[in-house]
């Protein structure tokens, strides 16, 4: 039997390097894409024996983008400080994964792939990218016959001032101008937040950002809410962004300085008891640094289609708006197919619901059925009773007052039951019960609906 030191022994290196080649597929076939649907349980093993950091650029995802998947399928990730400790080599406790009833957290897909997308979006996507490969060639075919000259085709300089902006982006041109630089140089306006020293060329990204929209038959707008790139199917909210990266601080020489003044006078304080806790450093501990690396994307989760294009050593953002106005189509096919099935699956539920309703209400219909039959035939009896009774009774020509009273009574009582039970009574009780309409407004053509197996079933 294992201690709980020993069950609580850190993972090593090796060990999670080990789990991770098992989880990538066998590369010496040939094969080098990583399996991007697991189950809970294999994902809750996977970001307990690797760090998440890593893992998130395995799959060319943000380490946040990747918490929140697991987070999305109720799957604990590890605290931090965990892998301080591990690397350390001091025990760590693995938080359990919970079961859960939802069958639809069961199955984890992590970004870059189609393959988990239904059918019906995948036959949608397919479609739109087969009517955008028409709509492009028949522009090429336009500009061909009509052999457009240089001056007709708009020329795309990076970094040079635009003097006439498109007019879907002009609002969002002049806060950007307008706007002043915050502590660390930063100008931003509906979804642009960029460095100071960037403001031309992201208005200029802007602009031919909208000349590419409107030649794919999109339309860029702004408003309260931010940045949208719209169709006829839906839009979606876009941000342009610039890069950030927080280094260490390096302490400049009269930082230092201030640092040993501040460090001697709390060591004459201490000397005569006087007792402080400030932080000594007169700097902070990291710098903020503005890259100039620039990023369009899809301000949302795109539910594993590619949702941003960036500055790279060999493109610029400015060389992408054509595929960025691509991609963001395709987002907007693919949400707006979503919609649809879940659409069509709450109509489905909602029908489901209804059915399974009407076979309830049918049910109590049938009880109440029973009940007034039974009712009507313990009436009968009654009825075939008193008459026996009341036949069959000693008479005589002069009666006892009580007894009288009582034959009186009993011919009083068949009376009142036997107008219970006379066709009019029954069937002005059947219509004021509503038990046997026509047309039925219970009645289901499917039939009964089957019985619920779950507590998700509808």
Partial sequence: MHSARQRERPIDSS?????????????????EELKRTLTREELHDLVWSTPILKLAEEFGLSDRGFAKICARHLVPTPPRGYWA?????QPVKKTSLRSVENKALHTVHIGASKAHLSDSVQAALA?????RKRQAEERKQQLSIAKASPATLEPLV???PIQDCHKSVASIVKQLRKAKPDGEGVVSAKGVCVHERTRERAIGILHHLA???????AELKANENGLHLSTSEGSVRITLTEERKRPKHIPTESELAEYQRRKTKRDKDQARGLWSFERLEPWPEFDIV????????YDGYANGLRKSWSDGRSQAVEGCLEAFVAGMRTIIVAEAEERRVTQEKERARQAMRRRRELARLRAEREDKRSAYLDEIAAARRKVADLQTTIETIPLAEKLPEEYGRMIGWAKQRLAELQA??????IQATLQEQNLFPEPDELLDPQGDPPPK??????
């Fill in 453 to 458: 197996r779950n507590y998700w079933d509808d």
């Fill in 85 to 89: 400790k591990v690397e350390a080599g």
């Fill in 127 to 131: 479609a739109a990218k087969a009517e």
């Fill in 15 to 31: 060990e999670r390097r080990l789990q991770l080649c098992r989880f990538k597929k066998n590369r010496s076939a040939g094969m």
């Fill in 211 to 217: 000349v590419a929209t409107e030649a794919g038959g």
């Fill in 158 to 160: 990076i970094n040079q």
């Fill in 290 to 297: 503005y890259t100039g690396k620039l990023t369009s994307g």
């Fill in 420 to 425: 219970r039970t006379t066709v009019e009574a």
